[in-house]
C-alpha cells in the first residue's frame, strides 16, 4: 500500500490523535517502546539535515525517514516518508507520506502536555512563528483549552496567518508572549527568541523549535523559572540545546499520563514542554493511519 499526503489527509484527524499520542507517550516511559536514538546526517553543503527514526511499537513497526532543511522558504522545511512493517515476519505493509505527519503529531503531543500542565481555565494563547506548527497547534490546543484570545508573531508571515485565522497579529514576539496563558514557540531561530521576563506565573509553554544540541529557542530566564516536562530524557538531552543548557529535567509527559510523576501543582508554577519529536509519535501515527485505511479499503 502507498499513501500519498492527500490520502493520509483524508484519514488523519487531529481528535483521534491527541489520544493516540498520549497512549504513545504512556508507552515510551513505561519502557514498552523499542526506540533508538535519532540518526542525523549533516547535509552542510545545503545546511540541511537527514534523519533515520525507527521504533517498535504495541504491535507496529516503522521507521521515518525525514529531511529537515531550515532554510527553506518556497517549499516546506520538513519532508518525510513513514514505511511500517509486519512484526510477525518483517514483510512491507505500507508506504506513506510523513510530512503531514510530522506536523500533526508533533501539536498532538503538545496537546497533550498542554491538557496534563495548562491551568484548566487557560484561554488565551501566544504563538511566535507562522508556519506549518502554529497551524497545527492552533486547531490541537483548540480542542483541549477553551481559548478566546489568540495572538501570533512571527519576522515574517504573523499579519496573512493571523488574517487566514481570525486571530490577532502581535506586533512583537512580547507582545503576543504577555498574559498569555498558553505559549508556542515553533520557529526555526537558532537562538532564542522566548524571554522569561515576558512570562505571567502559570504560564504553560509548548517549545517545538531548535532540535538541535547547539540550538536554543528559549533564553535562560525561561528554563531557570520553568518546571520541564519531555518526551524522552535521553533524546532531550542529546538532541535540545535548551535541555542541556537547564541541565535538568523534571519528568517525561509519558510519566505525567500514567500518573507516574506529578503535573501542574499551583496556578502560578510555569510549566515547560520541550519537544524533539522521537519515532513512537510517528510509528504510532502512521499506523493509526493505516488501519484506518484498511477499514476504508473494506
Not at 531550515?70 to 514505511?83: G, W
Not at 492552533?138 to 493571523?162: G, K
Not at 540550538?215 to 530524557?233: A, H, P, T
Amino acid at each position: 500500500m502507498i499513501l500519498d499526503e492527500g490520502a493520509v489527509r483524508s484519514l488523519l484527524r487531529m481528535e483521534d490523535l491527541i489520544p493516540a499520542m498520549a497512549s504513545a507517550m504512556a508507552d515510551l516511559s513505561s519502557g514498552k517502546v523499542v526506540q533508538p536514538m535519532r540518526v542525523m546526517v549533516p547535509i552542510a553543503e545545503h545546511g540541511g539535515f537527514l534523519g533515520l527514526m525507527p521504533a517498535a511499537y504495541s504491535g507496529a513497526l516503522g521507521a521515518k525517514l525525514v529531511t529537515f532543511y531550515p532554510n527553506n522558504q518556497t517549499v516546506p522545511t520538513h519532508h518525510a516518508m513513514i514505511l511500517l512493517f509486519k512484526p510477525e515476519t518483517g514483510e512491507p505493509l505500507v508506504t506513506m507520506d510523513g510530512r503531514l505527519i510530522t506536523e500533526m503529531r508533533t501539536a498532538a503531543v503538545s496537546a497533550v502536555a498542554t491538557k496534563f500542565l495548562a491551568r484548566p481555565e487557560a484561554s488565551v494563547l501566544g504563538i511566535l512563528g507562522s508556519g506549518v506548527q502554529a497551524r497545527s497547534h492552533l486547531e490541537a490546543l483548540r480542542l483541549v483549552r477553551p481559548l478566546r484570545e489568540i495572538r501570533v508573531w512571527s519576522p515574517r508571515n504573523a499579519r496573512a496567518f493571523a488574517k487566514e485565522f481570525g486571530v490577532h497579529a502581535a506586533a512583537s514576539a512580547e507582545e503576543a508572549v504577555r498574559g498569555a496563558a498558553v505559549v508556542v514557540v515553533a520557529t526555526t531561530s537558532q537562538t532564542p527568541v522566548l524571554s522569561g521576563k515576558w512570562l505571567s506565573p502559570g504560564t504553560h509553554i509548548n517549545a517545538v523549535g531548535a532540535a538541535r544540541p547547539t540550538w536554543r529557542e528559549l533564553d535562560d530566564d525561561v528554563l531557570q523559572k520553568s518546571r520541564i516536562y519531555v518526551e524522552s530524557r535521553e533524546a532531550a538531552a542529546r538532541d535540545s540545546g535548551d535541555v542541556i543548557a537547564a541541565g535538568q529535567v523534571f519528568a517525561e509527559i509519558g510519566e505525567v499520563v500514567t500518573g507516574a510523576k506529578r503535573g501542574r501543582e499551583s496556578a502560578d508554577e510555569i510549566t515547560l514542554f520541550k519537544s524533539v519529536g522521537v519515532a513512537v509519535e510517528d510509528v504510532a501515527t502512521a499506523d493509526l493511519v493505516y488501519r484506518k485505511a484498511l477499514r476504508a479499503a473494506k
